[in-house]
């Protein structure tokens, strides 16, 4: 009887760890795969971050300088911290939606017509929406 509990302990104890070892082995992986995914998801904030910028500096003066400005300003993504992996943090429909008509109003009190301001805005905010997708 002990030589039968011994090898049941031993196999009982043989599983156990191999278990853990493949828990530990997923547990690995997915912290890996998070990495990757948080890596890539800062590229396309990058990328999405560039272009409004990029949209700011080449807007003629004027109605659409302002309006693509102040866009630029609000409708960045910023970057948070999860344990030590930065990710981005993107507004919410919400606060593109203050962007939006934070924007308007900018350009509406500075003399621009309120129509034109909100139609540019719209524009801004339907191709930010599609790099945002793309990346």
Same mark, same amino acid.
């Given at each position: ?66 309006? %693509? /400005?102040?866009?630029?300003?609000? +409708?960045?993504? @910023?970057?948070?911290?999860?344990? #030590? $992996?930065?990710?981005? &943090? ?16 900018? %350009? /509406?009190?500075?003399?621009?017509? +309120?129509?034109? @301001?909100?139609?540019?805005?719209? #524009? $801004?905010?339907?191709? &930010? ?7």
């Amino acid at each position: 009887m002990s030589g039968r509990t011994s090898i049941i302990v031993v196999v009982g104890a043989s599983l156990a760890f191999a278990a853990l070892a493949f828990g530990v082995m997923r547990r690995s992986e997915a912290t890996t795969d998070f990495r990757q995914a948080a890596v890539a998801d800062l590229h396309a904030a990058e990328n999405y971050n560039g272009f409004i910028q990029q949209v700011a500096e080449h807007a003629p003066e004027g109605m659409k300088k302002t309006v %693509a /400005t102040a866009w630029a300003n609000c +409708a960045r993504i @910023s970057t948070k911290w999860v344990g #030590r $992996l930065p990710v981005p &943090s993107g507004p919410s429909q919400h606060e593109l939606d203050v962007c939006e008509a934070s924007a308007v109003q900018l %350009a /509406t009190s500075r003399g621009h017509d +309120a129509a034109a @301001s909100s139609q540019y805005a719209q #524009r $801004l905010r339907a191709a &930010s929406a599609a790099v945002r997708a793309a990346n």
